[in-house]
């Protein structure tokens, strides 16, 4: 019924068997494609009350709140659709809810927004911390940061998450970025994964390198230590 957008069928066929948030936002796309965005809003509105009553495994949606957004912008409701990400944001400080909730910023009022979803991130996980200010290009605000974590804290962050924040912070933040080098290769070798031993040395290199160009040659002899 979704290939052959046939919204009708799938309404009939959730009445014999019951109706689920993935179902919900099957119906949305359907009604999305048609234009019928007051339909699908409440829909999508209908789908994340059932998200609510019980574990839905995977006829859950996690789209939904995102397209919920959408179609708020679509209808003219900017401030709501705002307002539904700020609210997310809060909850769920990510790279991607970032993302979503500067869709719906106007542009005079950008740079308030985004200094409070910085403040906001720094109470959330480090890692989401790291990865929105990666993402937000905010390296001054990030190193500060990372020079005042502990170096255990910094070895407990996936690898994909640190190694581009380091690439961001390498060319004026070469201290930062030196203690991310840092913390990926004791994490490595804390783990005692010899197989990726050559991407601790590696880490290693590019640790002396951006301490001696910050002038902090005693902080790499310490790391050898």
Known sequence: YVVKKDVKAYLALCEKVGITPKDCENIVSLQKTKRHYEDALTW????????KEREWGNQSSYQLTGIRQELLNKLGRREDALESAWTEFIK???KNSYDRLRKYIPKENFQHWHEKAIHEAKKSSLSAFI???TAAKECGILSEHILDVGHDKLEKIRHYTTEKAAKGLEKKHSQAAAKICAALGMRIVRSGKSKYYH????HFRSAKKLYEKAGCDQMWLSLVD
């Open 131 to 133: 990865d929105i200010c």
């Open 199 to 202: 991407y601790a040395l590696e």
């Open 44 to 51: 999508a509105e209908k789908g994340l009350k059932l998200e």
């Open 92 to 94: 769920y400080p990510s």
